[in-house]
C-alpha cells in the first residue's frame, strides 16, 4: 500500500512510470489521439502539452473526489459516473479560462482540448491512482509522471511519423497501419527500459 | 435489403469498428491476449453500446442540443458502471482480467461516436440494430484477434478461463512470445488492419467491375 | 434564460436517474460479489481444514481489525472448523510479496496445539518455473511442497530452515513463509475475538 519509501525507491517509481509502464506503450492508454495527431510535430508537442496539464490537474482533483466524497458518503460505485463528468468539466474549464487569460497558449492548444475528454489515458491515470491506493503527494508525482511518459512517446512518434511520410510503401499500410506496426517497434523499444526498474 | 436489416449489418463490414473505423483502439490493443479476453471485452462494449443507443434515442427530443454530450456521458458511464458490477458479481474471472479497461468502456470513442451520429437523430429500433450490428462486428473484431496473438504468443486457445483452453501447437512449441506482449499488440493490430484494407481494395475493384 | 432552466433541469433529472440506477444494482451485486471472492477457497477449504462436521464457509466470522491508513474499517474473515459445535481450528488468509507478486496463502490451525493443519495457495503470480511447479497443487512437486506443512507448530513464527524450500527460487519460499507468518501474528493477536 501507499508509495515508495526510500529516494531511490522514489527514482525507481518515477521512472517506471515515465519509461517501463508508459501509458501509451505498455498500457495501450491514449491511442486514439496517439494516432490521430502524430503525423506533424508541431500538433504532437502541442498535444503531448495538453495532455500532460490535464492529466495532472484531474489525477489530483480525482483524487480528492474520491477520498473526501466517495468514500466518506459510500458511495464507491459511482466512481466512473463521477470521475468521467469532473473530467469533462475540468476540460471545459480550462478551455474557458485558457480563452480568456491565455490566449496565444489557447491558440496553440485550444484545438485538441475538446479531444482530451475522451483520451482513455485521462481516465485511465484517475483509476490507477486509485488502485495503486497512493497518497496525494505521491499520486500527483505518479500522474505527472505517466503524462510526461505519454507526452514523450508522442514526441518520439512524431518523428518517426514525419521521416516516413516520406518513404514509400506498399499502399495497404499507408496511414493508421503503418503507424500502428511503428508504434509496436517503438513500444519494444520502451521494454528495453524495463532493466531499469524490475 | 430493409433498411433495419441494414442497420444491423453494416457493422459486420462498412463500418467495422477497429478496422474501417479506426476508433475504440486502446481495449483492442490492451484486452486481446487472449481469445476469452476479447469475447469478453467485445461483449461487455456491445452491451454498453445497445443500451446507450437505445436510451440516447428514447431521450433525443427531451436533452437539449447544448448539454447533449454531457447528458451522453452520464447515459454512458452509467451502464459502464452495471456492467462493472454485473461482471465483478457474475464472471469474476474476466471481471479481473479486463481489470480498469471496463471502466474505460466510457471514454470508448465507438460508443459517444454512435450516440452523436447515429442515435441521436433516429427513431430506437433504429438506434438498436445500429448499436447490436457494430457491437457484434466490434466483438468478432476483438475476438479474432485475440484468436490469432493467443495461438501464436501463447499456442494456447482460451475459449473460456479454466474451463475451455485448447493447447492448439502441442507442448513442443516454443511460444512467440512477442505476440501476447505490448509490443505484438501494436504489429497485430497493424497488420491485420492492412488486410482488412486490402480486402476492402478487392472488394471495390470487384464491384466497380461489375457494374 | 428558459434554455439555461431547461437544460439544467434535463442534466439534473438525469443524474439523479443514474445515481438511483447505479445505487439499485449496487444492491443487487453487493451479496454475489462477496461470494464471487470467497469461490477461490470454497474448493480448498477441504484440504486445509480436514476434520471437520459444519460448513467453514457459511459459518465465516468477520472479526473486525484496525482501520487502514485512510480511516476504512478493516474486517479479517476467519473461517472455522466446528466438531459438536466447538471451534476447534481456523482458516484465515494473508498475503506477503514473492517475486513476481503478491502470494496468498489460505492457511489452516489448528487450536489446541497451534499446528498447522495445511496451507493452499490461493493466488500467486511467480514467473520462474521452480516456484510454478511447487505452488501449483496439480504438480507432484506441488504437493509435495505443500503438504510438507501439514503438523508444522506455529508456536513460533516459522523459519526456513522448519521446511524444504523450494530450490532456485528464494523470494518465492521466502513469500509463503511470510504469508504463513502474517495469518499466525493475525491468529494470535486476534485468537479471543474469534473464539470467544
Known amino acids: 500500500m501507499g508509495g515508495p519509501e526510500s529516494f531511490g525507491a522514489y527514482l525507481l517509481f518515477i521512472v517506471g512510470a515515465v519509461l517501463v509502464n508508459n501509458i501509451l506503450l505498455a498500457q495501450f492508454l491514449g491511442n486514439c489521439p496517439f494516432l490521430g495527431v502524430s503525423r506533424r510535430m508541431d500538433t504532437a508537442t502541442g498535444m503531448a502539452m495538453a ?3 490535464v492529466i495532472t490537474m484531474a489525477g489530483m482533483i480525482t483524487y480528492v473526489v474520491q477520498y ?16 468521467i463528468l469532473v473530467i469533462a468539466a475540468l476540460v471545459q474549464l480550462v478551455e474557458i479560462v485558457m480563452q480568456k487569460s491565455l490566449p496565444a497558449l489557447y491558440r496553440a492548444l485550444g484545438i485538441f482540448l475538446p479531444l482530451i475528454t475522451t483520451n482513455c ?13 497512493l497518497y496525494f503527494f505521491d499520486a500527483l508525482v505518479f500522474s505527472f509522471a505517466s503524462a510526461a511518459g505519454y507526452g514523450l512517446a508522442l514526441v518520439l512518434f512524431a518523428g518517426i511519423r514525419e521521416r516516413f511520410a516520406l518513404a514509400r510503401m506498399p499502399k495497404v499500410f499507408e496511414g493508421t497501419a503503418i503507424g500502428l506496426v511503428t508504434a509496436g517497434f517503438l513500444a519494444l523499444a520502451f521494454r528495453g527500459f524495463a532493466g531499469l526498474a524490475g | 435489403m430493409s433498411s433495419l436489416a441494414k442497420e444491423f449489418t453494416k457493422g459486420f463490414w462498412d463500418v467495422l469498428p477497429p478496422f474501417r473505423l479506426v476508433l475504440g483502439l486502446c481495449p483492442v490493443l490492451a484486452v486481446t491476449a487472449t481469445a476469452f479476453g476479447g469475447w469478453g471485452m467485445g461483449l461487455a462494449t456491445t452491451f454498453v453500446l445497445v443500451c446507450s443507443n437505445v436510451l440516447v434515442s428514447l431521450l433525443r427530443k427531451v436533452i437539449p442540443a447544448k448539454v447533449r454530450i454531457a447528458a451522453y456521458i452520464v447515459i454512458i458511464a452509467t451502464f459502464v458502471t452495471i456492467v462493472d458490477m454485473m461482471l465483478k458479481a457474475f464472471v469474476p474471472d474476466l471481471h479481473k482480467m479486463l481489470g480498469i479497461f471496463i471502466q474505460l468502456i466510457v471514454v470508448n470513442c465507438i460508443i459517444l461516436g454512435r450516440a452523436e451520429a447515429f442515435a441521436g437523430k433516429r427513431g430506437p429500433v433504429a438506434s438498436f440494430a445500429d448499436g447490436l450490428g457494430i457491437g457484434l462486428g466490434f466483438t468478432i473484431s476483438l475476438f479474432v484477434l485475440g484468436t490469432i496473438r493467443e495461438i501464436l504468443g501463447s499456442g494456447t486457445w482460451t475459449l473460456y478461463k479454466g474451463l475451455l483452453s485448447i493447447n492448439v501447437m502441442g507442448d513442443a512449441y516454443q511460444p512467440f512470445k512477442f505476440m501476447v506482449a505490448a509490443p505484438g499488440a501494436f504489429v497485430g493490430l497493424g497488420v491485420m488492419l492492412a488486410i482488412i484494407t486490402l ?13 | 434564460m428558459r434554455d439555461i432552466i431547461n ?17 439499485w444494482v449496487d444492491s443487487i451485486t453487493r451479496g454475489p460479489i462477496e461470494t464471487a471472492a470467497l469461490q477461490k477457497v470454497a474448493g480448498a477449504i477441504d484440504t486445509v481444514l480436514p476434520n471437520k462436521d459444519n460448513d467453514p464457509i457459511a459459518d465465516r466470522i468477520n472479526v473486525p481489525v484496525a482501520p487502514d491508513h485512510r480511516g ?34 489460505l492457511v489452516g490451525i489448528n487450536l489446541a496445539d497451534q499446528k498447522l493443519t495445511g496451507i493452499f495457495i490461493a493466488e500467486q503470480q511467480e514467473t520462474i518455473a521452480a516456484a510454478q511447479q511447487a505452488l501449483n497443487p496439480a504438480t507432484k512437486e506441488g504437493k509435495a511442497f505443500v503438504s510438507q506443512f501439514a503438523g508444522k507448530s506455529l508456536k513460533k513464527a516459522l523459519a526456513k530452515s522448519d521446511i524444504n524450500a523450494i530450490s532456485g527460487a528464494t523470494y518465492s519460499t521466502r513469500g509463503v513463509l511470510a504469508a504463513i507468518n502474517k495469518a499466525r501474528s493475525l491468529f494470535v493477536k486476534y485468537r479471543d475475538q474469534i473464539v470467544k
Open chain 3, 72 to 105: 476504512r474499517p478493516q474486517s479479517l474473515t476467519v473461517f472455522p472448523a466446528k466438531k459438536d459445535g466447538k471451534i476447534v481450528a481456523v482458516a484465515l488468509q494473508a498475503s506477503a510479496a514473492g517475486y513476481a507478486g503478491p502470494i496468498n496463502v
Open chain 1, 51 to 53: 495532455v500532460i496539464f
Open chain 1, 68 to 83: 473526501y466524497l466517495l468514500v466518506p458518503l459510500n458511495l464507491e460505485y459511482l466512481q466512473t459516473i463521477a470521475f
Open chain 2, 199 to 211: 480486402i476492402g481494395i478487392r472488394l471495390d475493384r470487384k464491384k466497380r467491375r461489375a457494374q
Open chain 3, 7 to 23: 437544460m439544467t433541469v434535463v442534466l439534473t433529472v438525469l443524474c439523479a436517474l443514474a445515481g438511483f440506477g447505479v445505487a
Open chain 1, 121 to 133: 489515458a485521462v481516465l485511465g491515470v484517475a483509476l490507477i491512482n486509485i488502485k495503486k491506493d
